[in-house]
């Protein structure tokens, strides 16, 4: 039985990436191929699996079955509507949103299930390095939006932190260096960076999201830290920063948390598993 795993592969921080070194590390035999290329693809895999990358321009043949869409922005509402038109191409739409999962199956009666996002523990990993930055954040800051005033807030107050971009490579030395990593969620999502932060040892300060698993996943003051609004953020990071023993202790339960149990090997065989894959 083979894998085909379709993406565009473009950069080496993409989930495709990541459910390819997945596919190697729980040794299931996979080929890849461009979305664009759909009409070359040919027929005889176990599963052809479609991995969202954000463009939405091209789609796979009708003829490629079984197969399934892993979706990530949902939470978005541009993409959700070409998702949307998608979705009912697939014998499964796994979905990193949890509220995703749901307007799918209610918007269009497709066979939706709620995979969330996670980590690759071989990427993003606790270097044990000194925890020198206050507070990280790696992404774009975004323009005249809460998240961008944020980050221009904290990035004032604790001026010994990393708060932008940088080359994927360098997550890892980042957040291994950072004692809090912090996530502003757009529109409640489940994303990339909590997992990343998580796998890389720092203690993840984020909003709190309701109604799309977060507590499903985790749990505030014991694997994570959560703010209620932007008010009680500052609140929340100095308790932390001034006490090392409990931010220590609570970010070592998110690691383990991530690493055991939220990795792109434990999603894949999630995936496997639902589409009947032996």
């Not at 997945?22 to 979305?35: C, G, N, Q, S, V």
């Not at 922005?73 to 949307?84: A, N, S």
């Not at 990193?96 to 690759?120: F, S």
């Not at 948390?257 to 090997?265: E, M």
Request: net charge positive; hydrophobic share 40%.
């Amino acid at each position: 039985m083979k894998l085909a795993i379709i993406f565009n592969k473009e950069r080496e921080d993409t989930i495709g990436r990541y459910f390819e070194r997945a596919a190697k590390r729980l040794e299931i035999p996979f080929d890849h191929y461009w979305t664009k290329d759909g009409e070359a693809i040919p027929k005889g895999y176990a599963l052809y699996l479609r991995i969202d990358h954000g463009d939405y321009k091209y789609d796979i043949p009708d003829g490629l079955r079984p197969s399934a869409f892993f979706v990530v922005d949902t939470h978005l509402e541009k993409p959700y509507q070409r998702i949307k038109g998608q979705a009912l191409r697939y014998d499964y739409v796994f979905c990193a949103q949890k509220n995703g999962a749901d307007r799918l199956k209610r918007d269009t009666g497709a066979n939706a299930v709620w995979i969330p996002i996670g980590c690759d523990p071989e990427k993003h990993r606790d270097l044990g390095l000194e925890r020198r930055f206050d507070v990280a954040f790696v992404g774009t800051e975004g323009k005249k939006n809460l998240r961008g005033e944020l980050l221009k807030a904290l990035a004032h107050r604790y001026p010994n932190s990393f708060i932008g971009r940088a080359e994927s490579g360098l997550l890892s030395n980042i957040y291994s260096s950072a004692k809090i990593g912090f996530n502003y969620s757009i529109n409640g999502d489940i994303n990339m960076r909590m997992f990343e932060v998580l796998s890389c040892g720092a203690l993840l300060v984020t909003n709190l999201i309701r109604d799309n698993g977060f507590e499903e996943i985790f749990s505030a003051g014991v694997n994570v830290a959560v703010y209620r609004n932007p008010g009680e953020l500052f609140k929340v990071i100095d308790q932390y920063l001034a006490c090392d023993d409990v931010r220590k202790m609570i970010a070592g339960e998110g690691h383990a948390l991530a690493v055991s149990s939220h990795t792109y090997a434990d999603r894949l065989k999630k995936m496997l598993e639902i589409s009947g894959w032996k």
